[in-house]
């Protein structure tokens, strides 16, 4: 079974940093994009990074260059490391997982999602 788990989420001041992981188990040797989602309270999820197997990655419009999504293939652990955080990036976020070559960013196309790490940037 495809297990992801997220960490290291918690609630840091407006221009601060914080690095979340997602650990991940279960998946075979195919070709598997990975990827980072968030949700707001009555908000719609949306995509904040992605990197494809290929090492390929893309972002979100909103993270203008503060975010950077990383893949550890000897751990198979995924990393965002968030930078200058502002307090709308306040949400739960979510690593995923699905087959695939392409780096996309929809949650449509993703097959397996982590329980999520709460991230709380206050002003």
């Known amino acids: 079974q495809v297990r992801l788990v997220e960490s290291g989420g918690g609630s840091v001041q407006s221009g601060g940093s914080l690095r979340l992981s997602c650990a991940t188990s279960?998946?075979?040797?195919?070709?598997?994009?990975v990827a980072w989602f968030r949700q707001a309270p009555g908000q719609e999820r949306e995509g904040v990074a992605v990197?494809?197997?290929?090492?390929?990655?893309r972002y979100g419009d909103f993270v203008e260059d503060r975010f950077i999504v990383s893949r550890d293939r000897d751990k198979r652990s995924l990393d965002l490391e968030m930078n200058t955080l502002k307090p709308e990036d306040t949400a739960m976020y979510y690593c995923?997982?699905?087959?695939?070559?392409?780096?996309?960013?929809?949650?449509?196309?993703?097959?397996?999602w982590g329980q999520g790490t709460q991230v709380t940037v206050s002003s």
């Open positions: 995923a997982a699905t087959p695939g070559w392409l780096p996309v960013l929809h949650p449509r196309d993703y097959v397996y």
């Open positions: 279960g998946l075979t040797n195919n070709k598997y994009s």
């Open positions: 990197i494809a197997d290929d090492g390929s990655t």
